[in-house]
């Protein structure tokens, strides 16, 4: 009997002895760059916001996926072949990101009537109705998230010019309009780089979104993708990854094994022409491969 015990609590020890590759990939060893005083308009010079640790993460009992569990997109209104292209590679590489299962919904029609104003570049929609009226039929039970994809431009309400998305963290649902990804949009011309740019934009946005959904709050330490943004042009200055305090907290979350999520990320980065990533990430995996 004693030595099963001892078995036991062998076996108990060795569980709870660290990772040393998740340790120093958790770790800041010089590779992430640490942010600076805020720009003027940047959103922390708009926003006082108070950092979020490791420890106060795990107290405040955020959001975990059960097993069976999903994340969700649904898309709304028309797509061309090219922007659900996007929308397809953003559910796969939300799937790597986050070790989850996505599944991407049978498409649902914008409102015919109401819910909607003309403007100058086009019709707008407003984001009440896909948060109060489409996405609680359209939820599935299991998800943990579902968020609203549509190319239609959104506003919150009269008081606003437009917004690129809205979410409820308490229902833990979501809307988010990529229509300004996109150079038409603006007027411009397609460029060569136009694809890879709103792809970069569709994925950069969509992961934030679902990362505050497993609660992890603005990071305000490092160049992160968890950090907040006022606008596309300071949304584009942010890298297409976590640093080290917000790639604790989601392992922590989620379970997964650092190597191998990255290693899954810099396949999508190569396959997808997303090529300072994928050269980041092979650099961050060398260095944690041949970590002491
Ligand atoms: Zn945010
Ligand atoms: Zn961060």
């Known amino acids: 009997m004693r030595r099963f015990l001892l078995l036991v609590l062998a076996a108990l020890a060795c569980g709870n002895e660290p990772d040393p590759r998740l340790a120093f990939a958790t770790s800041d060893d010089g590779g992430f760059e640490r942010l600076g005083p805020p720009a003027p ?11 979020q640790g490791f420890d106060a993460y795990v107290r405040s009992d955020p959001v975990r996926a059960r097993p069976g569990e999903i994340l969700a997109l649904l898309p709304v209104g028309p797509f061309t072949e090219k922007q ?14 986050f070790d989850l299962p996505v599944r991407t919904l049978e498409a649902a029609e914008l409102p015919e009537k109401g819910w909607h104003r003309e403007r100058s570049w086009g019709r707008q929609y ?10 609680p039929d359209r939820r599935p039970k299991e998800a943990v998230c579902t968020f609203a994809v549509t190319m239609a431009d959104l506003y919150p309400d009269d008081d606003w010019n437009y917004v690129f998305g809205e979410a409820s963290l308490t229902d833990r649902v979501g809307v988010w309009s990529f229509a300004r990804y996109f150079p038409a949009f603006w007027g411009r011309k397609e460029a060569e780089d136009s694809g890879v740019q ?9 992961v934030h979104e679902m990362g505050h959904a497993f609660g992890i709050e603005h990071c305000l330490k490092y160049a992160c993708t968890m950090n907040g943004s006022n ?8 890298p297409l990854r976590l640093c080290p305090p917000c790639l604790r907290k989601l392992q922590w979350n989620r379970g997964f094994d650092v190597v191998e999520r990255y290693e899954r990320l810099a396949a999508f980065h190569r396959a997808n022409g997303l090529l300072p990533e994928a ?4 650099k961050r ?3 944690i491969r041949t970590a002491k």
């Open 41 to 51: 308009r940047s959103w922390r010079a708009s926003f006082k916001e108070r950092p």
């Open 84 to 97: 659900r292209a996007i929308l397809d590679r953003t559910a796969e590489f939300a799937a790597l990101w």
């Open 126 to 135: 407003q984001t009440g109705w896909f948060l109060d009226r489409l996405l």
């Open 198 to 206: 709103a792809l970069r934009r569709a994925l950069q946005v969509v």
């Open 231 to 238: 606008s596309l042009e300071e949304s584009d200055t942010q």
């Open 279 to 282: 050269e980041w990430v092979g």
């Open 285 to 287: 995996l060398e260095r």
